[in-house]
């Protein structure tokens, strides 16, 4: 059966997640994608699937992290971005980090040596056209204004944005290791995959004034009054919440101990690997509006960056996401115009897994629908499952307004309770309760892609 290309809009992770899961079934992309004609902000290359924010999909323990747990769902389904992941991985303790460059070129170059893919550079800044048949839009954070308008006024529903603040990326080369050294907290993963960086009380409390006080960049007229995301908070506003919210959070202390001196850490900064050749690292959890000027005088205060050189300082970059509960469908299509499917971070998932895994859905999904095949979303159980129902109204009690749908990261509190309370008439311990779902919900999966096979062999 000869089927016309589908065009998918945008080459990040969703919609590279999602052309490689139609290309694997011989049905042709013709993938759109801005950047190399118009950039963005935030990005700096026009390479397929570059990541922005970070180099880590986080945690890669599939058993104890739901991250982890989305991780192997994804692999499980033929995910393209987790075997690029696997080919230029580099260490991070217990969590999934790569060598950005190399896994943009991976991505892309595997998409382009397929025969039924074709790359189209330049900015789709309309609704796509009937005669473009079904559509995934998966155009991220980052959607262009005039795409972002168009999709406004077929909607009739407004659109929300928020901000992901970016992290100062360091020369290793620049770093005093006569005061930090290698360790991952608790030993996690090879025991030593970042670099730490010890603060006395004193020395804590000064830093917190250094960055309250430190100038931040201007707001542009559209960015006033726009909410951060909790997962991408910058240091500044996690520091005004109160002095001692960093040192419970990305500052946090526990879990290391500083071979340079017998004195415990009041706080510690944790740089993490950023390439493949270790010459790069960046601090984690360190995004910030601070002005350029101001993040050098502030971060060389910290012990061991006093002659720090900074490969990138931080930044912050707007993020666009639609009010998925009252537009799409649990198939992700556009409730008005269901031959667009939305895909990524525009549809409120957070995270580049999270968002590769939602192209992975939106593919699959539309396979079926273009081969006649039955096929439901995967159970609430699942990583996939727990995604795909809180973006399309599962979230919240009285969920679908514009004032309570928020962007969320994969968690297990996304997913249903166990259903069995006690295990050889024992109650079950919290710290199996993870595990125990992680189990469920690959279980689950492993049924709904068997039943998926038999629809496709009917």
């Known amino acids: ?8 809009i945008g080459g990040g992770m969703a919609g590279t997640e999602a052309a490689w899961q139609l290309l694997s079934q011989n049905i042709p992309v013709i993938l759109h994608e801005m950047r ?3 950039s963005t902000n935030a990005h700096k290359t026009d390479g397929l ?19 982890g747990l989305l991780h192997e769902e994804m692999r499980r389904t033929g995910s393209l971005l987790m075997e690029a992941a696997e080919h230029t991985k580099i260490p991070a303790g217990s969590a999934l980090a790569v ?16 025969p039924l893919f074709t790359l189209e550079r330049g900015e789709v800044d309309t609704i796509p056209p009937e005669e473009w048949g079904k559509v995934i839009i998966a155009t991220g954070p980052l959607t262009s204004d005039a795409l972002a308008q168009a999709v406004l006024e077929i909607t009739g529903v407004d659109e929300l944005q928020f901000f992901d603040a970016i992290a100062p990326i360091i020369y290793k080369d620049s770093i005093d290791f006569d005061k930090a050294w290698f360790q ?15 603060m006395s009380k004193d020395q804590y409390y ?15 007229q559209w960015e006033q009054g726009i909410p951060f995301f909790e997962g991408c908070m910058p240091i500044e506003v996690m520091a005004s919440r109160g002095p001692q919210t960093l040192s419970f959070g990305p500052m946090k202390p526990v879990g290391l101990t500083n071979p340079h001196s017998d004195d415990k850490p009041y706080a510690v900064v944790q740089l993490r690997q950023d390439n493949k050749l270790g010459t790069l690292y960046n601090m984690v959890g360190f995004q910030t509006k601070l002005k350029y000027n101001y993040q050098k005088e502030i971060f060389r205060r910290i012990p061991g960056l006093e002659k720090a050189e900074f490969a990138r300082l931080g930044g912050l970059h707007r993020n666009t996401f639609i009010n998925s509960p009252k537009l799409l469908d649990d198939q992700l299509r556009l409730k008005t115009m269901p031959r667009l499917r939305f895909a990524g971070q525009i549809t409120g998932v957070e995270g580049y897994v999270e968002s590769g895994a939602m192209g992975l859905l939106a593919g699959r999904f539309l396979i079926a629908e273009l081969l ?11 990583a996939f499952g727990a995604l795909i129902n809180h973006i399309t109204g599962g979230h919240i009690e009285g969920a679908g307004t514009a004032k309570t749908f928020q962007p969320m ?9 166990l259903e069995i309370k006690k295990i050889d008439g024992r109650k079950i311990k919290r710290k199996d309760r993870k595990p125990l779902k992680s189990k469920r919900a690959l279980d689950a999966l492993e049924n709904w892609l068997h039943q998926t096979e038999q629809s496709a062999e009917e």
């Open 1 to 8: 059966m000869s089927i016309s290309p589908i065009h998918i």
């Open 36 to 38: 190399g004609v118009k």
């Open 49 to 67: 699937a570059e990541m922005v924010c970070s180099n880590s999909f986080r945690s890669d323990d599939m058993e104890n992290n739901a991250v």
């Open 99 to 114: 060598d950005r460059i190399l896994f943009s070129e991976y991505v892309q170059e595997k998409l382009l040596a397929h």
């Open 184 to 198: 991952s907290r608790y030993d996690k993963g090879d025991g030593a995959d970042y670099i730490n960086l010890p």
């Open 206 to 220: 000064k830093f917190i004034e250094d960055i309250t006080d430190g100038e931040k960049s201007d707001y542009k």
């Open 372 to 382: 006649g095949r039955e096929i439901t979303p995967p159970p609430i159980v699942t």
């Open 409 to 417: 990261n994969v968690n297990f509190g996304i997913m249903p309770p």
